[in-house]
C-alpha cells in the first residue's frame, strides 16, 4: 500500500489588498519588513521534508530555499530555469528535484540534468498529485511546504492537497491588475474550496501571522 501523500503548508505574505509582488517587478521583492516573517519562513522550512516552488518564483526571486535538504521546482518545459540558479548549488548539499512535464525537450533536460535530478509527472503540465506521491514514495516526504507562486498554488488548491496555509498580512497596498496574487489560474466556483479555519492569529508590530486549516470531505 502507498504511503499518504504528504502533509502541505502553503506559506505567503499577501499585501492588504492581496497581492505578492509589485505589478512592475524588476528585482527580487521582499514583501515584508519585518524580521519576524523571514524567521517564520525558515523555521518552516527547516522541520518540513521539502520546499516546493513555482518556475516563475525561481527566476525572479532566484531563492536557495535554505534550510531544506530537499529543494523542488516545478516547471512545464523549464524555459525559465537556469541551471545557474542558486538552489542547484551542490555546495548547499541535501537534493534539488526539478518535477517537469513530458514537453521539456531533451536539449534542458540535458542541461539540467548534472545539477538535479529530473521528475517527469504530466504530459503537458506538472500533476500536483504525481507530484506528492513521489515525494511520499520516493523520498519518504510526510510534510512539504509550498511557496508558489499564484498559479502553482492553484493547481495544489485544484488538487484540494491544501492542508494549513500560512499568511504574513503586510500593511502594505500595491494595486495594480497585473499584480501576482496568491491564487491565479483559472478561478474556481464559490464553494468549490471548503473555508479555512482560523488556527490561529498572533501580532508582531503592524504585521498579521495567521494560520488557516482545511478540511477537504
Not at 36 to 64: F, Q, W
Request: aromatic share 6%.
Amino acid at each position: 500500500m502507498p504511503p499518504p501523500r504528504p502533509r502541505v503548508l502553503c506559506n505567503l505574505a499577501p499585501s492588504l489588498d492581496g497581492k505578492i509582488a509589485p505589478a512592475r517587478k524588476r528585482a527580487p521583492f521582499v514583501m515584508s519588513r519585518h524580521p519576524e516573517d523571514p524567521a517564520r519562513m525558515h523555521a518552516l522550512r527547516a522541520n518540513a521534508d521539502a520546499v516546493i516552488i513555482g518556475a516563475s518564483n525561481l527566476r525572479a526571486d532566484n531563492p536557495d530555499l535554505l534550510p531544506s535538504r530537499l529543494r523542488v521546482v516545478v516547471t512545464r518545459s523549464g524555459a525559465q530555469i537556469s541551471p545557474a540558479a542558486r538552489m542547484f548549488d551542490p555546495a548547499l548539499g541535501g537534493e534539488a528535484v526539478v518535477m517537469h512535464a513530458s514537453s521539456m525537450p531533451e536539449s534542458k533536460r540535458a542541461a539540467l540534468r548534472a545539477r538535479a535530478t529530473l521528475v517527469e509527472a504530466g504530459p503537458d503540465a506538472v500533476d500536483v498529485v504525481r507530484l506528492l506521491a513521489w515525494l511520499a514514495t520516493e523520498r519518504a516526504c510526510r510534510v512539504v511546504v509550498c511557496e508558489g507562486g499564484g498559479v502553482l498554488l492553484a493547481a495544489f488548491f485544484e488538487a484540494r492537497a491544501v492542508d494549513t496555509a500560512y499568511l504574513t498580512l503586510v500593511p502594505r497596498v500595491l494595486g495594480g491588475a497585473d499584480a501576482p496574487t496568491m491564487v491565479e489560474g483559472r478561478g474556481f466556483e464559490p464553494d468549490a474550496i471548503p473555508d479555512g479555519r482560523l488556527a490561529s492569529v498572533e501580532q508582531v508590530g503592524d504585521e498579521l501571522f495567521l494560520r488557516y486549516d482545511f478540511a477537504w470531505t
